[in-house]
């Protein structure tokens, strides 16, 4: 099946650092991956649209300059949190959705990042 | 603004039980109706999906139930055993972007 690898799992770190997280598609090759954040106990909330080559597409409310994205593969995007602060600190989640020809190819989603920044 | 609203937030069922998880959506323009079931510390994982021109689709113990006139739809999960204890959101997605938005969830217990 489709795989997702998510890196780093866990990541802490101080007040004021950045943290990039890497997501892939190991089996497939994802013309979008989607990049989303999630709260304790709450539903995923998506943050940006990313698809390769071209400037990803941000939610409202999402800070395109504190939270860099950079899709430059058919098989990997980042998600830079620039100057991190703990409120920042959440479960941080990708998905790619397979390059194909119909349009309800699923998403299929990353193990998630868990950043907590002291 | 929810645009699918789930219910209900949280779930018991005794092992062997039926869970029965709802949705309701507001945008006619969803055509795709995933399900994702997550366990703590990992992602969604896709469960099982319908297209509004199916009123039931069933993958083994997981059953959606569709009504577009009614704009709702349910997962059913028959003879619940406690590893299917999760959280599951249903989800939907429309346009050319295939964005998914998600219900906020429901926590499913299942009793051994």
């Known amino acids: 099946g489709a795989v997702v690898s998510q890196h780093p799992s866990w990541v802490i770190c101080k007040s004021g650092t950045s943290v990039k997280i890497e997501c892939r598609s190991l089996?497939?090759?994802?013309?979008?991956m989607f990049w989303y954040r999630q709260f304790p106990k709450q539903s995923l909330m998506l943050m940006a649209t990313?698809?390769?080559?071209?400037?990803?597409?941000?939610e409202q409310g999402v800070e395109k300059d504190k939270f860099l994205i950079n899709h430059a593969s058919l098989t990997l995007s980042t998600l830079t949190v620039t100057s991190a602060h703990p409120e920042d600190s959440s479960f941080y989640i990708c998905?790619?959705?397979?390059?194909?020809?119909?349009?309800?190819?699923?998403?299929?989603f990353g193990d998630g990042t868990r950043l907590s920044i002291l | 603004q929810q645009q699918v609203k789930q219910s209900p937030q949280s779930l018991i069922v005794q092992k062997g039980g039926i869970s029965i998880i709802n949705c309701a959506y507001e945008?006619?323009?969803?055509?795709?109706f995933p399900w994702y079931q997550q366990f703590p510390g990992k992602g969604p994982a896709l469960l099982i999906a319908?297209?509004?021109?199916?009123s039931e689709k069933k993958e083994g113990r997981f059953t959606i139930s569709f009504n577009k006139s009614a704009k709702q739809f349910s997962l059913h999960i028959m003879d619940s055993q406690p590893g299917d204890s999760a959280t599951y959101f249903c989800a939907a997605t429309a346009g050319s972007a295939r964005q998914l938005t998600f219900g906020s969830g429901t926590q499913l217990t299942v009793l051994p």
């Open positions: 990313s698809n390769e080559g071209s400037k990803a597409t941000y």
């Open positions: 089996d497939f090759q994802a013309t979008t």
């Open positions: 319908i297209r509004p021109d199916v």
């Open positions: 998905s790619a959705r397979e390059r194909g020809t119909r349009g309800n190819q699923p998403q299929h």
């Open positions: 945008n006619t323009a969803f055509d795709y």
